[in-house]
């Protein structure tokens, strides 16, 4: 998987302790990104799957996974596989795309929460689960 980075243990990318999986590659290209580093599909480095599991599993009092990016919508067969060896998290999911545009598709239905849309720079928001007023928190599990 391309991935940008993760981070052990985030407050700030979903409910409660989170470890996040920053993807590679985005063709949003959302004025005012916080991460347009991600955006380059060959950038970052490309680290295994049993290896990020592996870095999730060796961190304690995790509350859950959250992919973020870059899209991890680009990834999905690579963010599916690493949740096939994590089974029972809780998962997050940031993503350009609008809910009706990915919600059939397995990695959106396998996703506890999906915060949806495109970052609008003109409707920022501080203090959110969400950068722009116009994206959505989809929950699909109590929380």
């Not at 996974?65 to 809780?90: A, H, I, K, M, W």
């Not at 545009?101 to 003109?122: H, N, P, Q, S, Y």
Request: charge should be negative; aromatic fraction near 12%.
């Amino acid at each position: 998987m391309r991935v940008a980075g993760t981070l052990s243990c985030s407050f700030v990318n979903g409910d409660g302790a989170r470890y996040v999986v920053f993807t590679r590659g985005c063709r949003h290209g959302c004025r005012g990104c916080q991460n347009p580093e991600t955006w380059d599909f060959n950038g970052g480095s490309e680290v295994s799957v049993s290896e990020v599991a592996a870095d999730y599993r060796s961190r304690r009092y995790l509350d859950g996974l959250t992919f973020s990016g870059g899209d991890p919508f680009y990834q999905q067969e690579e963010c599916l596989r690493l949740l096939d060896e994590l089974p029972g998290v809780n998962v997050w999911i940031y993503t350009g795309f609008e809910y009706e545009e990915i919600k059939d598709t397995e990695l959106a239905r396998r996703a506890d929460v999906l915060v949806v849309g495109k970052f609008v720079e003109e409707l920022r928001c501080e203090g959110q689960m969400y950068g722009s007023s116009n994206q959505r928190i989809i929950r699909k599990t109590p929380g």
